[in-house]
């Protein structure tokens, strides 16, 4: 059974930083690009990130700039390093695995999701 588990959200003010990872089970994804999606209340899900299995990476716009993915393949894990946060970078962080077409900035391109994990930013 195949799991993403994300962690790293809280509570921070603007300009902080913070740290999600996402940590894959189940199988192994060194060789698929992982994405970041994220979704604020009332809003759809949107791309934010992703990295492919040779390390290159793409940003919305964003979040280009402040932003940063990488991957650990031996770990099965993902990362977003998050940087200069802003109150608009609130919203519920997804970790997403298992693509199926190359459309990677696509929500619906994801076979497998984490349960996601809460991002707030105060001013």
């Known amino acids: 059974q195949v799991q993403l588990v994300e962690s790293g959200g809280g509570l921070v003010q603007a300009g902080e930083s913070l740290r999600l990872s996402c940590a894959a089970s189940?199988?192994?994804?060194?060789?698929?690009?992982m994405a970041w999606f994220r979704q604020a209340p009332g809003k759809e899900r949107v791309f934010v990130s992703t990295?492919?299995?040779?390390?290159?990476?793409y940003y919305a716009d964003s979040v280009k700039g402040r932003f940063t993915i990488s991957r650990d393949n031996a770990k099965n894990t993902v990362y977003l390093q998050m940087n200069s946060l802003k109150p608009e970078d609130t919203a519920v962080y997804y970790c997403?695995?298992?693509?199926?077409?190359?459309?990677?900035?696509?929500?619906?391109?994801?076979?497998?999701w984490g349960q996601g994990t809460q991002v707030t930013v105060s001013t």
């Open positions: 990295i492919w299995s040779v390390g290159s990476t």
């Open positions: 189940g199988r192994s994804f060194s060789r698929d690009a």
């Open positions: 997403a695995a298992g693509s199926t077409t190359l459309i990677l900035t696509m929500a619906t391109t994801y076979s497998y």
